[in-house]
C-alpha cells in the first residue's frame, strides 16, 4: 500500500507538470500580442517593453516556463492585473467559498442520488421506479441558472426562509449547494441505479438469497457496497462537473468564489490571474482523482495496490 | 398622603407612557445608524480615482471624494471643497479659494498642497490615468499661493474645464495615503467624502464606514455627518438575483432592469425616481471606411428604414426616449429641432436612396450591387437590451432586402475591434455630463484610440468640435454644439435608437435619499427607520 502511494506520488509529478504546461501556454496561444492585449489601445511603447520585460516574455520559451514553474513551487503566481493584488492572495480569498459549495453540493448530490438509485433499483413497484428515474431526469434537465433562480423565488421570496445573495454561513449554502447538486445527484441515482441491477444479476446474490440471507442484508452488504465502485468513479468525474457548474451557480448567487474569479479575470484579460486558477483547479482535480482511486481499496479490498 | 401618592402615580404612568411610546416624528431626528446597501453588477477595477476607467468606480467616489467644484440637486456649479473659484478673462488662469479646517480620512489636512499632489498625480504620464488624467489635460501647471489658494494655469481656454472638475474622478485625494500605498492605494482608497473606505471582499462587497468628522458637505445637503453608518456595495452579476435580492430587502437601492420596472411599480411597496439617461442608451454606428457604409446615400438611407419606436416599444419595453442626434435632451447643449430635422421612419425615401446608390431588388427581393448582395454584420456587446434591439432592426431591415447579421463580443474585445476599425457597423452607448463627448466621439484625434469608432475623418468637424471647447461664452457654445449635431445628423455617422429611462426603487425603509440629476443617489441626508 505505502509503496503504492509512493509511486501515485510520483506519478503525480508528471501530471501536474503537464497542468502547469497548459496553463502556461494559455498565454502563448492566445493570438495577437499578450502584452498588447493586456495593456489596452493606449499604451505607449515603453510601457509594452516593460511589462514584456517584467512578464519575462523577452526571454526564450523554454526559460519563460521555467521561470514559472520555479516561481509557481514557490508559491509565487505573479500579480493579477485587473488588481494589482498577488494571484495568490485572490485565489486564497475566493477558496473557502467554491470549496465549502462543492463539499456541500457533492454531500447533498450523494446522499440523495445513491438512497433514490438503489431505492430505484430494489423496488418491486414499477411506480416507484419510474418516479425516481423521472425526478433524476428533471434534475438532469433543469438548467442550475434557472433551478437557481426557481429557488430564490420560491424559499427565498415566497416563504422568505433563506438569503439570496449572503456570501457566509450554512443558512447562505443551503441554495447554491441545492441547485449546483441537482444535476450531480440525478446521475449518482441513474448509474447507481443501473450498478446495482448489473450486480443484484451475480452469482453471488444468489448465493447469498439461497443460504437465506435476509433481503436487507443481501442488498446493503453484498449488492449495493459492490455496485459503489463505478459510483466512486463516477463521483471523481462529477467533481470537475461541480467545480464548472460553480461558475453559474457563483453568479446567480452572488457568491465570491473561484469559478466567477476565472470569468472576471477572462473577460479583464488578467492573464496570470486566469494562470493561477487554472493552475489552481487543475491540481485540485488530479488529487481528487487521486483520493477516489485511493478508496476503491476501501470498497474493494481484492483491489490490490501494486 | 394619597393625593400625593396618586399625583406620583399619574406621573409615573406619563413616564411610563413616555417611556413605552415616545413622542414619535414630532421631535424625531433622522436616527444615526444602519446600513446602505447599493448593487452593482460589476465589481470596480480598482479605487483609486485616478486610475479607473470602470463607471461603477465613479459612482463610489461620489461618497468616498469631494471634487473642488460640485454640481446641485438642479445641475447649477455649487461650492465642493473650493470655497469660491473664479477665471480670468482669456480662461486660462482659474483661482480656488478652499475651505478651511478640511481633513482627509487618513487626518491628514487638506490644502492647497494636496489639491496640487492630487492633480499633479493625475496628469502624471506613469499613472497612466485613463479619466481623471483626461479631466485634468489642459492644465498646464498647479500653483499654490496660499494655505487655501490654489491658481491652475490652462494650456488653452477650455470650456468643459469646469464640468470636469466636477466628475467624482476629479476628487482630490490624499497625498500621504497616495505616497504610503503606492500601489495598494487602489484597494484602500483615501479621500475627504462623507464617507470613508473600511473593506473591500473581492467578488463581495465593498464596505465605506460614515465619516464622523464631515462637515464641509455641499450646501444641497445637510451639514454634518451623513446618518447611516455604512454604505455597502453588494456585487451582483445577475440582473434576476439583484431584484429578487432587492424585493427580499436585503438591497436598500435597486437600478431595475426593463423586464422588471412594471412589476415592481405595480407592488407599491418602493419610492421609485426616474431619470432620462445622461448620454445615448444605444446607437448604430456605422464604419465610413466600410463597404457599403463608405456611401452617406447608403447610412442616410438606414436612417430613414429604421423603425424606431417598435425597437424602444420590445427592446425596452417602451422605458425610454427614441433618439435622432448625438446628445441626449438630458445634457446640457441638446438641440430640441434635432427630432424634426433628423431623418424620420419612410420607408420610401430609404429605398429611393438605396436605388440612387445602386442597390435594387434581385432575387428573392434581396438587394443587389454589381452581383453582391447587401449584407453586413454589426457587432454588438452581450448586453440583453441591446441583442433584442439588433434582432428587431434585422428584422426591419429583411423587409428592406437587407441581410444583417449579428456578432457578439464581450465588451472590451468590442471595444479593441472598433477601435481596429474591424467592424462595417456596431452597437454603442455612453453616458456623460457634457456635450464635450462629441469630442471623444467624432474628434478624428480619436480613431483609433479614443472612441471615434466611424472612423470618419472631417476638418470640418474638427474644426466645429475645437471651437466647441475654446469659446468660454455660453451662448455661442450652445449654437456650435448645434451645428455639430446638425452636421452629424447630415452626415449620417449614427442611426441613434433610443435613450434609456432609469428607474430607481428605494426601500420604504430609507428615508431622505435624492437622486442627483447627474444620475447617482446622494445618500447625506438618508437615514433608516
Known amino acids: 500500500m505505502q509503496a503504492y502511494l509512493a509511486r501515485r506520488f510520483v506519478l503525480l509529478v508528471p501530471t501536474v507538470f503537464g497542468v502547469t504546461l497548459a496553463a502556461f501556454l494559455m498565454l502563448h496561444l492566445t493570438p495577437g500580442d499578450p502584452v498588447a492585449i493586456m495593456l489596452g489601445e493606449f499604451a505607449s511603447k515603453t510601457d509594452v517593453t516593460r511589462l514584456r520585460r517584467d512578464l519575462g516574455l523577452d526571454q526564450p520559451l523554454v526559460m519563460q516556463y521555467v521561470r514559472f514553474v520555479e516561481r509557481a513551487a514557490r508559491g509565487d503566481l505573479g500579480t493579477s492585473i485587473r488588481s494589482r493584488r498577488a494571484v495568490t492572495a485572490e485565489i486564497s480569498d475566493r477558496f473557502p467559498s467554491t470549496i465549502g459549495l462543492t463539499l456541500a453540493a457533492m454531500l447533498l448530490a450523494i446522499s440523495v442520488g445513491v438512497p433514490i438509485g438503489v431505492i430505484a433499483a430494489t423496488t418491486k413497484h414499477v411506480a416507484v421506479d419510474s418516479a425516481a428515474m423521472a425526478f433524476a431526469l428533471l434534475g438532469l434537465s433543469m438548467p442550475t441558472f434557472w433551478s437557481g433562480l426557481l429557488l430564490i423565488l420560491f424559499f427565498s421570496l415566497k416563504l422568505g426562509w433563506l438569503p439570496i445573495t449572503e456570501s457566509e454561513g450554512i443558512r447562505a449554502l443551503i441554495l447554491p449547494a441545492v441547485a449546483l447538486a441537482a444535476p450531480a445527484a440525478a446521475v449518482l441515482a441513474r448509474i447507481t441505479r443501473s450498478s446495482v441491477l448489473e450486480v443484484l444479476r451475480q452469482e453471488y446474490i444468489r448465493t447469498a438469497r439461497s443460504k437465506g440471507l435476509v433481503e436487507r442484508l443481501v442488498i446493503y452488504r453484498h449488492a449495493v457496497r459492490n455496485a459503489l465502485i463505478p459510483v466512486l468513479t463516477i463521483v471523481g468525474l462529477q467533481f470537475g462537473g461541480l467545480l464548472a457548474g460553480a461558475v453559474i451557480v457563483e453568479s446567480v448567487f452572488a457568491r465570491p468564489g473561484l469559478g466567477r474569479l476565472a470569468v472576471s479575470a477572462i473577460l479583464a484579460r488578467d492573464f496570470p490571474m486566469v494562470q493561477g486558477v487554472v493552475l489552481v483547479v487543475a491540481v485540485m482535480y488530479v488529487f481528487v482523482n487521486l483520493s477516489v482511486d485511493l478508496m476503491y481499496g476501501f470498497l474493494d479490498p481484492r483491489i490490490r495496490y501494486q | ?529
Not at chain 2, 441581410?403 to 456596431?426: C, P, S, V, W, Y
Open chain 2, 1 to 529: 398622603m394619597v393625593a400625593w401618592r396618586r399625583l406620583a402615580r399619574i406621573v409615573l404612568l406619563g413616564v411610563a407612557l413616555l417611556v413605552l411610546f415616545p413622542l414619535p416624528r414630532l421631535y424625531a431626528q433622522p436616527r444615526v445608524g444602519g446600513e446602505l446597501v447599493l448593487v452593482s453588477g460589476q465589481e470596480p477595477d480598482t479605487l483609486d480615482a485616478q486610475k479607473t476607467s470602470a463607471a461603477v468606480t465613479g459612482t463610489l467616489m461620489r461618497y468616498l471624494g469631494d471634487t473642488l467644484v460640485t454640481k446641485d440637486l438642479k445641475g447649477n456649479y455649487t461650492a465642493g471643497l473650493a470655497k469660491s473659484w473664479s477665471v480670468s478673462r482669456d480662461g486660462l488662469t482659474w483661482t480656488f479659494q478652499l475651505k478651511d479646517n478640511v481633513k482627509f480620512h487618513d487626518g491628514t489636512r487638506f490644502n492647497a498642497q494636496a489639491v496640487k499632489v492630487s492633480i499633479e498625480r493625475a496628469v502624471a504620464p506613469e499613472t497612466k490615468s485613463p479619466i481623471a488624467g483626461a479631466l485634468f489635460g489642459p492644465v498646464a501647471s498647479v500653483q499654490v499661493t496660499g494655505e487655501l489658494a490654489v491658481v491652475l494655469k490652462l494650456k488653452e481656454p477650455f470650456s468643459p474645464f469646469l464640468d470636469n472638475l466636477t466628475d467624482p474622478r476629479a476628487m482630490i485625494v490624499s497625498p500621504q495615503a497616495v505616497q504610503q500605498l503606492g500601489d495598494r492605494f487602489g484597494r484602500s482608497p483615501v479621500g475627504t467624502g462623507p464617507f470613508k473606505f473600511q473593506e473591500w471582499r473581492s467578488a463581495d462587497r465593498i464596505i465605506f464606514a460614515r465619516n464622523p468628522d464631515y462637515q464641509w458637505g455641499p450646501s444641497y445637503v445637510h451639514a454634518g455627518p451623513p446618518y447611516a453608518e455604512r454604505l455597502v456595495l453588494r456585487i451582483v452579476p445577475e440582473d434576476a438575483s439583484q431584484v429578487a435580492a432587492f424585493e427580499r430587502g436585503e438591497l436598500s437601492i435597486l437600478t431595475a432592469p426593463p423586464t422588471d420596472v412594471k412589476r415592481l411599480q405595480a407592488t407599491g411597496k418602493y419610492q421609485l425616481s426616474t431619470f432620462l439617461r445622461k448620454g445615448v442608451g444605444l446607437f448604430l454606428e456605422f464604419n465610413v471606411t466600410r463597404e457599403p457604409f463608405s456611401d452617406l446615400r447608403v447610412r442616410r438611407a438606414l436612417n430613414y428604414a429604421i423603425e424606431k419606436k417598435s425597437v424602444l416599444a420590445i427592446a425596452l419595453e417602451g422605458l425610454g426616449e427614441e433618439a435622432y442626434g448625438p446628445l441626449p435632451p438630458s445634457i446640457w447643449g441638446y438641440w430640441d429641432g434635432i427630432t424634426s430635422y433628423a431623418p424620420g421612419y419612410d420607408p420610401a425615401q430609404a429605398k429611393k436612396l438605396l436605388a440612387e446608390a445602386g442597390w435594387r431588388p434581385g432575387e428573392g427581393g434581396v438587394l443587389q450591387k454589381d452581383g453582391k448582395p447587401f449584407a453586413f454584420t454589426i457587432f454588438i456587446a452581450p448586453i440583453d437590451t441591446w441583442r433584442r434591439s439588433a434582432q428587431i432592426v434585422q428584422a426591419q431591415l429583411r423587409a428592406y432586402g437587407i441581410q444583417m447579421d449579428i456578432q457578439t463580443f464581450e465588451f472590451g474585445t468590442l471595444l479593441a475591434k472598433f477601435r481596429a476599425g474591424e467592424q462595417q457597423g456596431g452597437f454603442m452607448g455612453y453616458t456623460y455630463t457634457s456635450p464635450d463627448i462629441v469630442q471623444l466621439w467624432f474628434h478624428s484625434s480619436n480613431i483609433g484610440t479614443g472612441l471615434a469608432f466611424s472612423h470618419y475623418k472631417d476638418p470640418a468637424l474638427d474644426k466645429m468640435i475645437e471651437a466647441s471647447r475654446t469659446e468660454v461664452d455660453q451662448q455661442k457654445r450652445l449654437a456650435i454644439y448645434r451645428d455639430i449635431q446638425k452636421y452629424i445628423v447630415d452626415k449620417a455617422l449614427w442611426v441613434p435608437l433610443w435613450t434609456n429611462t432609469n428607474y430607481v426603487f428605494i426601500q420604504p425603509s430609507v428615508q431622505g435619499a435624492k437622486l442627483h440629476p447627474d444620475g447617482f443617489v446622494v445618500v447625506n441626508d438618508a437615514s433608516l427607520r
